[in-house]
């Protein structure tokens, strides 16, 4: 899903799912999302959408909600083909992911 | 607008509309940041966390703080940014966390 877009790729460790964060970068709880992938230091790919032009805007609101039946909202992590987490909530994102709290 | 002038804006408001900045200075931080980057491409304090069309008209109720604060702080506690909050939720304290949109979608799609 969504491979017309251009994905900056962020290198980490591999978690089997295939991670791709549409963000603003404009937003708290984006800005808060991609603060959460580099604390676990996991491999994403990661793009903000207000860089992009109102076309693909408009098709990522189409293929998100023809898809998913919901309208997308950022940010949103889609975990493979079939999984997304939308908004940030900490712990929902943690047992999704299958992540623990680390020690500091 | 500067980010202390965008502050000084966020604090009237809450203030004005008898609610509280949320505790947690580094989503404040996060979301002065936004605003200055939306009154620098728009003219306009849009709400950072949504997409904005460009068109202060279109825009309108999305303009800080959004139509949807209200109903959204009396349902949830908090504006869907997590910048302003009730009274309970200050006091609650914690990290701020998403909260559905209320924005309805055909907003995103005019033209």
Redesign the interface.
Known sequence: MFDYLDFEEVPGKDTGKDLKLLA?????????AKAFLKEFGLAYKVID??GLD?SI??RI?EDF?SLKGK?V??PTLMIGEDDYL?????PLWMNTLGLEEQDD | MTEEKIRQFMENTARTKGWRLTPDEEQIGYLLEGFAVNVNRYGYLQCPCREGSGSRDRDKDILCPCDYADPDIAAYGQCYCGLYLNEETFLQGGAPGSIPERRPEEKFRED
Request: some cysteine; hydrophobic content about 30%; glycine content about 8%.
């Open positions: 603003l970068s404009t937003c708290g709880f984006c800005k808060r959408v207000d109102k805007r408009l609101r909600s309208a909202t950022y939308t908004g940030f909530i900490r």
